[in-house]
Nanobody, 123 residues
Framework: QVQLVESGGGLVQAGGSLRLSCTGS????????MGWYRQAPGKQRELVAA???????NYADSVKGRFTISRDNAKSTVYLQMDSLKPEDTAVYYC?????????????????WGKGTLVTVSS
């Protein structure tokens, strides 16, 4: 059974940092590029960072230089270190696979989504 569990969100002031974690079914992590997605109020869900099994990464321009994605395949965990947070980063953050990790507009995640973790950045 597929399972993805995100954690680490919270309320932080602009300029602050948070580290998100996502754990899930081992087979998902072993076989796929993984991504962090976010959905802000009233907006579509978007991919902001992706990482391949081998460690290659891709970032949305909006987070490049501020967010860092990493993974620990042995722990079936993917991380998102978020620094220099801005109010516009406020969203629910989800992890999922990113079959097309190089294509931020069509990353091809699974239909299944976890509950996500809420990040709120105050100004």
């Amino acid at each position: 059974q597929v399972q993805l569990v995100e954690s680490g969100g919270g309320l932080v002031q602009a300029g602050g940092s948070l580290r998100l974690s996502c754990t899930g079914s081992g087979s998902i992590f072993k076989l796929n590029a993984m991504g962090w997605y976010r959905q802000a109020p009233g907006k579509q869900r978007e991919l902001v960072a992706a990482i391949t099994i081998g460690g290659s990464t891709n970032y949305a321009d909006s987070v490049k230089g501020r967010f860092t994605i990493s993974r620990d395949n042995a722990k079936s965990t993917v991380y998102l270190q978020m620094d220099s947070l801005k109010p516009e980063d406020t969203a629910v953050y989800y992890c999922n696979i990113a079959r097309r990790w190089w294509d931020l507009t069509r990353p091809s995640p699974m239909d299944y989504w976890g509950k996500g973790t809420l990040v709120t950045v105050s100004s």
